[in-house]
């Protein structure tokens, strides 16, 4: 992209924040009421990548560029720093931390790469989890947690004992839940639950994100054949039971 197109959008989102002949909606928005739209179009993005849908996911990414800009210029606007500004920082972000393209910096192998590479992030931070942002999602949160710690060797030898950690999990949540527990302890041992197995995925060298994708995607794709086998024969969806509906459920499995 040309530096005068850049101009052109940056001048663009500066006449649409205009105190005077800007848009109402958009001179009136702050950095903290843009972030439910920033975060909305890193989703669409993603949905068009898994999509495969080229066409949109240009459209999308201009959008989510358009966020950038955004930002940018009520950063601007408090005399903070403005869009070249971000531009610089990670230009010279990517460079430090890639010393073996841009300064024939020679590293052993993936893991001495990787331990300098967590080294120059974490040299401002008292704990190897300071860098986390508290906004994360939860299960990304938990996920970055897990890839920290497992890096200096705080996670189980194998992934059958990673495993294992689910079904003790599993046992005292069923505990509990039989013992007619308070919500609280209920709820404790489910995120413990949870934390178990989204710490399996990172073992196995997935992300929580993509399997979850997958199988949110599997399920719904047969529950649309069920609801389609229904409307074949005749019958309403809310009048069938659960025995039924494991019929039809099974049926999309063949």
């Known amino acids: ?35 439910p739209y920033s975060i909305e179009e890193i989703y669409e993005v993603a949905e068009q990548v898994y999509a495969k849908n080229y066409p949109e996911l240009m ?13 940018s210029q009520i950063a ?13 920082s990670i230009t010279n972000k990517m460079i430090f931390r890639h010393p073996h393209v841009f300064k024939n910096k020679k590293f052993k192998n993936m893991k001495d790469f990787k331990h300098w590479w967590e080294k120059s992030k974490n040299k401002k931070n008292k704990s190897l989890l300071d860098d986390i942002p508290n906004t994360y999602p939860a299960m990304l949160k938990a996920y970055k947690i897990q890839k920290k710690v497992a890096k200096v060797g705080f996670e189980y030898k194998t992934d ?26 209920i709820k404790e041992e489910l995120g413990d639950l949870i934390f178990a197995s989204l710490d399996v995925v990172r073992k196995l060298k ?26 074949i024969n005749n019958e309403e969806i809310r009048k069938l039971n659960i025995n039924k509906l494991n019929y039809y459920w099974e049926k999309t499995k063949k």
């Open 1 to 35: 992209m040309s530096d005068l197109k850049i101009s052109k959008l940056l001048q663009v989102m500066k006449k649409l924040r205009d105190p005077i002949k800007g848009c109402p909606w958009d001179k009136k928005q702050t950095m903290e009421s843009i972030i």
């Open 59 to 71: 459209n999308e990414l201009g959008d989510l560029l358009f966020q950038v800009v955004y930002l």
């Open 76 to 88: 601007n606007e408090k005399k903070r720093f403005n869009f070249y500004d971000v531009v610089n």
């Open 160 to 185: 059958l004992e990673a495993i294992d950690k689910v079904i003790e999990e599993a046992q005292e949540l069923k505990k509990e839940i039989k013992r007619k527990n308070k919500k609280r302890k």
């Open 206 to 231: 997935f992300h929580p994100e993509t399997i979850l994708n997958k199988a949110n995607n599997k399920f719904s794709n047969r529950w649309k054949k069920i609801e389609k086998l229904i409307k």
